[in-house]
C-alpha cells in the first residue's frame, strides 16, 4: 500500500461504496489527515469510526456533512477542509449520482440538470477552490468517472453524459495543471457492488447481469477501485497524469453481439 504520511485527503461521497471504502485504505495508509464529505450523518460517522479503528486520531477524521449540488455548501466543503487542516494534498471527486431517464420521459431536463449539477458542476467548483492549496504541495486529484463514459447504454442519457463531461475534465485540468505540477487522473469503475444495489434488492440481477457484460465475468469491488485510487494519488504514480484507468474487468473492450 502507498504512504500518504502527513497528507490530507479531502474525499467527497465517502458515505457509502466506493468513498467509504477509499477513506477506509487512506486511513489504513497512514495518512495526516481525512475530510470526509456526505450526506448522510448516520453513514458518514461510520465510516469515521472505521478510519478511527485503522488508527487515525479522531481530531484527524472531519466529517462534513454537505450536498453538492449547492454552490455554497461546496464552497464551505473547502474551507471547513483548510480550517481544520490548513493544507491539502489529495482531492478524491467521487460525489456521484445515478439518473435513468429516456426521451420518452417528462422530466428528463430536471433529471439532467440534477445530474450534471452534482457529477459535473460541483467537481468543477470543488477544483477550482482547491488549486490554491494543492499548488503549495504539489498534490493530485483523482476523479470518478466510469466505463459509461464511453459505454453507451439506453436509458442512461444524463448519467453517461456528465461522465463523459468528468473525462474531459479529467483531461483539461490535467493540462492546465501541468505546470503546477499538480497531477489529475480519473478511474472508470464498471459494475461495483455497492449499498446502494444491496438496499434496493436489485444485488442479485446486477451481479448476474455483470458476468455477462465483463470480460472477467464478475461484477467489481469497492476495495478494487480504491485501490486504483490510492495509486493514482500516489507518488508510485508521479509521472502519471490525465489518465483514465479502467477497473471494469474488461467491460470497455467488450463487443456487445
Not at 497528507?7 to 475530510?35: M, N, P, R, Y
Not at 494519488?233 to 473492450?253: E, K, Y
Amino acid at each position: 500500500m502507498p504512504s500518504f504520511t502527513g497528507k490530507i485527503i479531502l474525499i467527497t461521497g465517502a458515505s457509502s461504496g466506493i468513498g467509504a471504502e477509499t477513506a477506509v485504505q487512506f486511513a489504513a495508509s497512514g495518512c495526516g489527515g481525512l475530510a470526509l464529505v456526505g450526506r448522510n450523518k448516520d453513514n458518514l460517522d461510520a465510516v469515521c469510526q472505521q478510519c478511527q479503528e485503522k488508527g487515525m486520531p479522531k481530531e484527524k477524521v472531519l466529517g462534513i456533512i454537505a450536498d453538492m449540488a449547492k454552490e455554497e455548501e461546496v464552497q464551505r466543503i473547502m474551507d471547513s477542509t483548510i480550517q481544520q487542516f490548513g493544507q491539502l494534498d489529495v482531492l478524491v471527486n467521487n460525489a456521484g449520482m445515478g439518473g435513468v431517464k429516456s426521451l420518452a420521459d417528462d422530466d428528463i431536463l430536471t433529471i439532467y440538470d440534477t445530474v450534471i449539477k452534482v457529477n459535473v458542476r460541483s467537481m468543477l467548483q470543488l477544483t477550482q477552490l482547491a488549486v490554491p492549496y494543492l499548488t503549495k504541495t504539489k498534490g493530485s486529484v483523482v476523479n470518478n468517472s466510469s466505463v459509461c463514459a464511453s459505454r453507451t447504454l439506453p436509458t442512461m442519457i444524463s448519467y453517461n453524459m456528465s461522465k463523459a463531461a468528468v473525462t474531459q475534465f479529467t483531461r483539461c485540468t490535467a493540462l492546465e495543471l501541468a505546470e503546477k505540477q499538480i497531477r489529475v487522473n480519473e478511474v472508470n469503475p464498471g459494475s461495483i457492488l455497492t449499498p446502494v444495489h444491496v438496499k434496493s434488492g436489485r444485488a442479485d440481477n446486477v451481479i448476474e447481469t455483470a458476468k455477462k457484460v465483463h470480460a472477467l465475468g464478475r461484477i467489481g469491488e469497492t476495495s478494487e477501485v480504491a485501490k486504483a485510487i490510492l495509486f493514482l494519488a500516489s507518488d508510485d504514480a508521479s509521472f502519471i497524469t490525465g489518465t483514465s484507468l479502467a477497473v471494469d474487468g474488461g467491460r470497455h473492450i467488450m463487443c456487445p453481439r
